[in-house]
Nanobody, 124 residues
Framework: QVQLVESGGGLVQAGGSLRLSCAASGRTSSVHYMGWFRQAPEKEREFVAAIWWADSSTYYAASVKDRFSISKDNAKNTLYLQMNSLKPEDTAIYYC?????????????????WGQGTQVTVSS
């Protein structure tokens, strides 16, 4: 199993920045890639970004590309999401997750382990 714990959420004004962290423990050697998702009230959970553990290839949702940056620190087994130029529509609970396999997919069902989530609120 893989345990994931997010941190770094909070309240920020529009245009501001936040950096989320996700500490991974357990069988992290079995993880091929990890992702960030978010879920706003009364909306479905949506893909934000993903990164391959081996070569750091990254992928982003169109809505966050050029504003958000996903990265990792292999030595610390930690995943990050740097969020810049935040907008009120970025308000959501943000989750990190590890993929079930090596086949890239943005659907939540393709991710096996999830953190508890961290709230990000962007005020206008």
């Amino acid at each position: 199993q893989v345990q994931l714990v997010e941190s770094g959420g909070g309240l920020v004004q529009a245009g501001g920045s936040l950096r989320l962290s996700c500490a991974a423990s357990g069988r992290t050697s079995s993880v091929h890639y990890m992702g960030w998702f978010r879920q706003a009230p009364e909306k479905e959970r949506e893909f934000v970004a993903a990164i391959w553990w081996a070569d750091s290839s990254t992928y982003y949702a169109a809505s966050v590309k050029d504003r958000f940056s996903i990265s990792k620190d292999n030595a610390k087994n930690t995943l990050y999401l740097q969020m810049n130029s935040l907008k009120p529509e970025d308000t959501a609970i943000y989750y990190c997750a590890s993929a079930r396999s090596s086949y890239y997919d943005t659907r939540p069902s393709s991710y096996e382990y999830w953190g508890q989530g961290t709230q990000v609120t962007v005020s206008s």
